[in-house]
């Protein structure tokens, strides 16, 4: 009687444990340290002349999915609000890069990315800095059909962002 309870608690504990290592035999990625962010920074645009203003950058992490929902507000003598969802790549525990596309929505003034509502494609990369809540990001913004009378918008911005 004694030795049929020490197999059973053995058994036990080995069906335990096989069941453990199999949940947990997944093969490591990297995934980046950080989620969500808002930053500021500049933009130049080379479109149609060459147009500088400031921007504002918005980033929301959907969790478990490497999606993300990006907008750029390009304000200078005009504003875009340039909404993206991107697919982000982790290259590192800091660093991902990614693949966006939207819309850019601009008003009768001409800014870094055009002045006409276009299609945008938006690559980009994101760097954590260790040991702070501070993103480093960059991107461009290419808009097609851009302008009222033809042509792509093309962008470059970059900043510095806060986690949240």
Do not use: C
């Amino acid at each position: 009687m004694k030795w049929g309870k020490s197999i059973g608690l053995g058994a036990i504990g080995s069906l335990a444990l096989s069941v453990g290592v199999a949940f947990h035999a997944e093969p490591a990625t990297a995934q980046a340290a950080y989620g969500s962010y808002v930053g500021v920074g500049g933009s130049v645009g080379f479109g149609d002349g060459t147009r500088a203003s400031g921007a504002v950058a918005f980033r929301y992490r959907v969790l478990e999915v490497p999606i993300s929902f990006r907008t750029q507000v390009l304000a200078g003598s005009g504003v875009a609000f340039v909404p993206t969802v991107s697919y982000d790549i982790p290259l590192d525990w800091q660093t991902e890069v990614y693949i966006g596309a939207g819309v850019a929505f601009t008003g009768d003034d001409k800014t870094p990315v055009g002045d006409s509502t276009s299609f945008v494609l938006q690559p980009g990369i994101d760097r954590a800095l260790p040991s702070s809540n501070l993103v480093i990001f960059g991107n461009a913004i290419i808009a097609f059909d851009a302008y009222r009378d033809g042509g792509t918008g093309v962008s470059v911005q970059g900043g510095v962002g806060l986690q949240f």
